[in-house]
C-alpha cells in the first residue's frame, strides 16, 4: 500500500517513560530523613552504650537493690537486784496490699473478695478478736489503698503462723517496750516508744530519754537484691553487712519491792487527807543512792494514750517548794559547828519578834518562854531559831546553806532536775533573815532536803545522791558508776551532836512533847524534822494562810543511820507526815532487818520553868 500511514502502537512524546519533577523531590526527601533518622539512632546508641552506660547501670541496679536497716536491740534497765524494770522485745507490723492481692487473683482466675475473707479470717485467728475483728480486716483489704496496716504489733511466731498460709502478707520489723512494773518507778523510767520515721524504739521522757544514746545503741545495715515488684530477698544476694550494736543496759540503785511499797503509802495518805501532790525519796545514809522515788500523780508507760503531761513529770527532782521548819537543820548546824550554842544552850524565847518590817510568831501561842536550843528544834520555835541565827550571823548562814547543796542541782542523773532558789545575799532586803531561816523565802526539792539529813546521818560528809549504780555492757560485764565526792558540811562530831537532838522532835513526854512523835518507831532511835510552809498566794503574791506544804525528813535509826527519808505533801488536809514516816520507816526497818537501837532515846528537857 502506497501512500497510507504505518499502523500500530502510538508513539510516546519524549521524556514520558521518566518520573516527574515533584516525584523525585520526594524521594530525595525521603531519603535524607531515613539517613538522618539512622544518624540520630546511632547517635543515641553511642550515647546510652558510651555516655550514660554508667548512670543507667546505677539506676538499674538500684531498682532491685535495697539497703537494709538492723536494728540495735535497746538495753534493758533493772533495779538494783536484777529486777527488770524496762525491756525490749521483737514484734512485727504486718502489712497487704489489697490491688496486688487483687490482680494475682484475678490472673489465676481466683475470686479476690474470697481470698480476703480467708486472709482476714486467718488474721483474726491468730491475733485474737479483741486486737482486731474479721470485719475490720476485711474492711481494709477492700480499699483501693495500695498498702495498708493490718497490725501494728504482733510477735514474731504470729507473724510466721499467718504467712505460711499467706505469703503475700509482708511483716516489718518492730520493737516493744515493756515495763513490768507498769506504774513502778514510772516517772523515773519514763517511756521509749516505737519512731516509724526512725524504725526504731525512741526513748521519750525520763531516764529513757535522759540515757537514750546508752541505751539505743548503734543500728546495722546491708545490701540486698530484691525480687522485681517484691520486697522478697533474693537467696544469696546479702552484702557489705555491718552488724547493729545492741544497746548497754543501765543497772538503778532502786529497790522495786520498796519502790512499790512507798508509792503505795504515799498515794494512799495523799488521797486520804485530799493533797494536791506529794513526793517520797529514801537514800542510803553513807551513799546516798536513792532507794525509792515516788509522786502520787504517775502513770502507767504500758498505755501511754491514758497519760497527760502533768503525769509524765517527776516531781520529786523537778518542782521545787519552800521547805518550812525542816530548814531549821541549816541554823542549828552552823550554830552548834562554830560554837553559837550547844544543845543545853537556854534561849528566853518572847511570844514574837520583830525583825524589820515583819513580825514572827511561833505555831503556838505563848508568852515569854525558856526552851533549850533542843527545844528550839524539837518544838520547832521559830522565834528561837531566829534569835540563835541573828547569833550566828548572816554570812556563817549562807555559807552552811551552800555547804548543804541548797541552790545547786544534785546530778542525780535525771531530766528536769531543778537547782531549788536561793536568793544571793547582795539582793536580800531587811526582813529576808527572818525568813530564810524558818524555811520560807528559799525552795527546794524533795531530793535536795534529803540529801541535807543524809549529811547528818553520815556524820557530816553529803554524798551527792545518784539513781544509776552502773552500765552493763551488751556482754554482760559491768561497769560501776563512780561515786561522786563527799562534801564535808560539818564536823563528825557536830552532825552527832545534831543528830541526838532531833531525836527529840519525836518524844511524846507530857510537857516535854516534840511535834512529830506519831514518826516514833518501837525499838528504834528516830531524829527527825517536821515542816510547815505557808504557800504563795498568786493572787496577791503574798503568803497565804490557808495553804501550806508540808515536809518530814527522818533519819533510821538515829545511833546507827541506814535511811534517810524525805516526804513532802501539797497543801493536805493534816498538818503532819510523819504518820507517813512511821510507816515507810517500819517497812525499812523489817525489810533489810536493820538491827534494833541499843535502848530507847533518852528523854531530853525542852521547857525550862
Same mark, same amino acid.
Request: with cysteine.
Given at each position: 500500500?502506497?501512500?497510507?500511514?504505518?499502523?500500530?502502537?502510538?508513539?510516546?512524546?519524549?521524556?514520558?517513560?521518566?518520573?516527574?519533577?515533584?516525584?523525585?523531590?520526594?524521594?530525595?526527601?525521603?531519603?535524607?530523613?531515613?539517613? *538522618? +533518622? @539512622?544518624?540520630? =539512632?546511632?547517635?543515641? $546508641?553511642?550515647?546510652?552504650?558510651?555516655?550514660?552506660? %554508667? /548512670?543507667?547501670? #546505677?539506676?538499674?541496679?538500684?531498682?532491685?537493690?535495697?539497703?537494709?536497716?538492723?536494728?540495735?536491740?535497746?538495753?534493758?534497765?533493772?533495779?538494783?537486784?536484777?529486777?527488770? *524494770? +524496762? @525491756?525490749?522485745? =521483737?514484734?512485727?507490723? $504486718?502489712?497487704?496490699?489489697?490491688?496486688?492481692?487483687? %490482680? /494475682?487473683?484475678? #490472673?489465676?482466675?481466683?475470686?479476690?473478695?474470697?481470698?480476703?475473707?480467708?486472709?482476714?479470717?486467718?488474721?483474726?485467728?491468730?491475733?485474737?478478736?479483741?486486737?482486731?475483728?474479721?470485719?475490720?480486716?476485711?474492711?481494709?483489704?477492700?480499699?483501693?489503698?495500695?498498702?495498708?496496716?493490718?497490725?501494728?504489733?504482733?510477735?514474731?511466731?504470729?507473724?510466721?503462723?499467718?504467712?505460711?498460709?499467706?505469703?503475700?502478707?509482708?511483716?516489718?520489723?518492730?520493737?516493744?517496750?515493756?515495763?513490768?512494773?507498769?506504774?513502778?518507778?514510772?516517772?523515773?523510767?519514763?517511756?521509749?516508744?516505737?519512731?516509724?520515721?526512725?524504725?526504731?524504739?525512741?526513748?521519750?521522757?525520763?531516764?529513757?530519754?535522759?540515757?537514750?544514746?546508752?541505751?539505743?545503741?548503734?543500728?546495722?545495715?546491708?545490701?540486698?537484691?530484691?525480687?522485681?515488684?517484691?520486697?522478697?530477698?533474693?537467696?544469696?544476694?546479702?552484702?557489705?553487712?555491718?552488724?547493729?550494736?545492741?544497746?548497754?543496759?543501765?543497772?538503778?540503785?532502786?529497790?522495786?519491792?520498796?519502790?512499790?511499797?512507798?508509792?503505795?503509802?504515799?498515794?494512799?495518805?495523799?488521797?486520804?487527807?485530799?493533797?494536791?501532790?506529794?513526793?517520797?525519796?529514801?537514800?542510803?545514809?553513807?551513799?546516798?543512792?536513792?532507794?525509792?522515788?515516788?509522786?502520787?500523780?504517775?502513770?502507767?508507760?504500758?498505755?501511754?494514750?491514758?497519760?497527760?503531761?502533768?503525769?509524765?513529770?517527776?516531781?520529786?527532782?523537778?518542782?521545787?517548794?519552800?521547805?518550812?521548819?525542816?530548814?531549821?537543820?541549816?541554823?542549828?548546824?552552823?550554830?552548834?559547828?562554830?560554837?553559837?550554842?550547844?544543845?543545853?544552850?537556854?534561849?528566853?524565847?518572847?511570844?514574837?519578834?520583830?525583825?524589820?518590817?515583819?513580825?514572827?510568831?511561833?505555831?503556838?501561842?505563848?508568852?515569854?518562854?525558856?526552851?533549850?536550843?533542843?527545844?528550839?528544834?524539837?518544838?520547832?520555835?521559830?522565834?528561837?531559831?531566829?534569835?540563835?541565827?541573828?547569833?550566828?550571823?548572816?554570812?556563817?548562814?549562807?555559807?552552811?546553806?551552800?555547804?548543804?547543796?541548797?541552790?545547786?542541782?544534785?546530778?542525780?542523773?535525771?531530766?528536769?532536775?531543778?537547782?531549788?532558789?536561793?536568793?544571793?545575799?547582795?539582793?536580800?532586803?531587811?526582813?529576808?533573815?527572818?525568813?530564810?531561816?524558818?524555811?520560807?523565802?528559799?525552795?527546794?526539792?524533795?531530793?535536795?532536803?534529803?540529801?541535807?539529813?543524809?549529811?547528818?546521818?553520815?556524820?557530816?560528809?553529803?554524798?551527792?545522791?545518784?539513781?544509776?549504780?552502773?552500765?552493763?555492757?551488751?556482754?554482760?560485764?559491768?561497769?560501776?558508776?563512780?561515786?561522786?565526792?563527799?562534801?564535808?558540811?560539818?564536823?563528825?562530831?557536830?552532825?552527832?551532836?545534831?543528830?541526838?537532838?532531833?531525836?527529840?522532835?519525836?518524844?511524846?513526854?507530857?510537857?516535854?512533847?516534840?511535834?512529830?512523835?506519831?514518826?516514833?518507831?518501837?525499838?528504834?532511835?528516830?531524829?527527825?524534822?517536821?515542816?510547815?510552809?505557808?504557800?504563795?498566794?498568786?493572787?496577791?503574791?503574798?503568803?497565804?494562810?490557808?495553804?501550806?506544804?508540808?515536809?518530814?525528813?527522818?533519819?533510821?535509826?538515829?545511833?546507827?543511820?541506814?535511811?534517810?527519808?524525805?516526804?513532802?505533801?501539797?497543801?493536805?488536809?493534816?498538818?503532819?507526815?510523819?504518820?507517813?514516816?512511821?510507816?515507810?520507816?517500819?517497812?525499812?526497818?523489817?525489810?533489810?532487818?536493820?538491827?534494833?537501837?541499843?535502848?530507847?532515846?533518852?528523854?531530853?528537857?525542852?521547857?525550862?520553868?
Amino acid at each position: 500500500m502506497t501512500g497510507g500511514r504505518r499502523s500500530g502502537v502510538p508513539r510516546h512524546r519524549r521524556g514520558s517513560g521518566s518520573p516527574s519533577a515533584a516525584l523525585r523531590n520526594r524521594l530525595a526527601l525521603g531519603r535524607i530523613t531515613l539517613v *538522618l +533518622a @539512622l544518624v540520630a =539512632a546511632g547517635l543515641k $546508641l553511642v550515647e546510652v552504650q558510651g555516655l550514660q552506660a %554508667a /548512670e543507667l547501670s #546505677a539506676q538499674a541496679t538500684s531498682q532491685r537493690t535495697t539497703v537494709q536497716t538492723l536494728p540495735a536491740q535497746r538495753g534493758t534497765i533493772t533495779d538494783r537486784n536484777g529486777t527488770p *524494770l +524496762a @525491756l525490749s522485745v =521483737a514484734a512485727e507490723a $504486718l502489712y497487704a496490699q489489697p490491688k496486688r492481692i487483687t %490482680a /494475682e487473683q484475678r #490472673a489465676v482466675r481466683a475470686d479476690p473478695d474470697a481470698h480476703k475473707q480467708a486472709m482476714a479470717r486467718r488474721v483474726a485467728a491468730v491475733l485474737g478478736s479483741s486486737v482486731v475483728s474479721e470485719q475490720e480486716l476485711l474492711s481494709r483489704l477492700r480499699s483501693e489503698a495500695t498498702t495498708v496496716l493490718l497490725a501494728p504489733l504482733v510477735t514474731p511466731a504470729q507473724a510466721r503462723a499467718i504467712q505460711r498460709d499467706f505469703p503475700e502478707i509482708s511483716a516489718e520489723h518492730r520493737e516493744i517496750r515493756q515495763y513490768p512494773g507498769g506504774e513502778l518507778a514510772a516517772n523515773v523510767l519514763g517511756v521509749a516508744n516505737w519512731r516509724a520515721d526512725e524504725r526504731k524504739v525512741r526513748g521519750l521522757v525520763g531516764l529513757e530519754n535522759y540515757a537514750d544514746t546508752l541505751l539505743a545503741g548503734r543500728d546495722g545495715r546491708r545490701v540486698v537484691d530484691t525480687a522485681e515488684g517484691s520486697d522478697a530477698v533474693i537467696p544469696g544476694s546479702e552484702r557489705a553487712e555491718t552488724p547493729p550494736v545492741p544497746g548497754s543496759g543501765l543497772e538503778l540503785t532502786l529497790d522495786s519491792d520498796l519502790q512499790f511499797t512507798v508509792a503505795q503509802m504515799l498515794g494512799d495518805y495523799a488521797r486520804k487527807y485530799h493533797a494536791k501532790g506529794a513526793s517520797a525519796v529514801v537514800l542510803d545514809a553513807r551513799t546516798a543512792e536513792v532507794y525509792a522515788m515516788a509522786n502520787d500523780i504517775t502513770f502507767d508507760p504500758n498505755d501511754l494514750a491514758t497519760a497527760t503531761p502533768e503525769m509524765l513529770g517527776n516531781p520529786a527532782v523537778s518542782t521545787p517548794f519552800e521547805p518550812g521548819s525542816v530548814n531549821k537543820l541549816v541554823t542549828a548546824a552552823a550554830a552548834i559547828e562554830n560554837g553559837v550554842v550547844t544543845p543545853d544552850t537556854v534561849l528566853h524565847v518572847p511570844g514574837e519578834l520583830r525583825v524589820a518590817d515583819r513580825t514572827v510568831r511561833d505555831a503556838w501561842l505563848h508568852g515569854s518562854v525558856n526552851l533549850t536550843f533542843t527545844g528550839v528544834l524539837a518544838r520547832s520555835s521559830n522565834v528561837g531559831i531566829l534569835l540563835t541565827a541573828q547569833r550566828l550571823g548572816p554570812e556563817r548562814f549562807v555559807d552552811m546553806l551552800t555547804r548543804m547543796g541548797l541552790g545547786q542541782r544534785t546530778n542525780v542523773g535525771l531530766p528536769g532536775e531543778s537547782a531549788g532558789q536561793v536568793p544571793p545575799r547582795d539582793r536580800w532586803s531587811g526582813s529576808t533573815f527572818a525568813n530564810l531561816p524558818i524555811g520560807q523565802g528559799l525552795s527546794m526539792t524533795v531530793l535536795q532536803m534529803a540529801g541535807m539529813y543524809q549529811a547528818i546521818a553520815n556524820d557530816g560528809v553529803r554524798i551527792p545522791p545518784r539513781i544509776v549504780s552502773a552500765e552493763i555492757a551488751p556482754d554482760g560485764s559491768r561497769t560501776a558508776t563512780p561515786r561522786p565526792a563527799g562534801v564535808r558540811v560539818v564536823s563528825a562530831q557536830t552532825a552527832r551532836t545534831v543528830r541526838d537532838m532531833l531525836r527529840a522532835v519525836v518524844q511524846n513526854e507530857p510537857g516535854q512533847r516534840g511535834t512529830g512523835p506519831e514518826a516514833a518507831l518501837d525499838g528504834y532511835q528516830i531524829a527527825a524534822k517536821t515542816g510547815t510552809a505557808q504557800q504563795v498566794n498568786p493572787s496577791c503574791g503574798c503568803y497565804s494562810n490557808s495553804n501550806y506544804w508540808i515536809t518530814f525528813a527522818g533519819i533510821l535509826p538515829a545511833d546507827a543511820p541506814r535511811f534517810v527519808v524525805g516526804i513532802m505533801l501539797d497543801n493536805p488536809a493534816v498538818g503532819s507526815a510523819a504518820p507517813l514516816f512511821h510507816d515507810i520507816a517500819s517497812y525499812l526497818a523489817g525489810r533489810y532487818q536493820i538491827p534494833l537501837s541499843p535502848g530507847p532515846s533518852p528523854l531530853t528537857t525542852l521547857t525550862l520553868p
